[in-house]
């Protein structure tokens, strides 16, 4: 079983930054592909990040292009998520996600691949 904690969420300005951080429980860690995802107050769920467990691959959504950037230390069994020039609409709670191991180079942005999740943490960008 993998636990998932996500941490350094918070309020910011817009244009400012912010790191999240995913620390996971267990060995598995190592060998999982992990994706970021969000969800904002009445919409759903939506893909933001994903990182590939050899963290060869990454695959992010088209609106956080070129802004996030998602990394991992598997000796820390954790992954990062940056974030650069935040806009209003990245808004939302922010959900760490662990996916099976279907191969060192795997990602997903499909949300229904992941099987553990973490609680989640606010991210919210004023103007």
């Known amino acids: 079983q993998v636990q998932l904690v996500e941490s350094g969420g918070g309020l910011v300005q817009a244009g400012d930054s912010l790191r999240l951080s995913c620390t996971a429980s267990g060995r598995a860690f190592g060998v999982l592909p992990m994706g970021w995802f969000r969800q904002a107050p009445g919409k759903e769920r939506e893909f933001v990040a994903a990182i590939s467990w050899s963290a060869s691959k990454t695959d992010y959504a088209d609106s956080v292009k070129g802004r996030f950037t998602i990394s991992r230390d598997n000796a820390k069994n954790t992954v990062y998520l940056q974030m650069n020039s935040l806009k209003l609409e990245d808004t939302a709670v922010y959900y760490c996600?662990?996916?099976?191991?279907?191969?060192?180079?795997?990602?997903?942005?499909?949300?229904?691949?992941?099987?553990?999740w973490g609680q989640g943490t606010q991210v919210t960008v004023s103007s």
């Open positions: 996600a662990a996916a099976p191991n279907f191969g060192r180079d795997y990602t997903s942005s499909r949300a229904l691949v992941y099987r553990h």
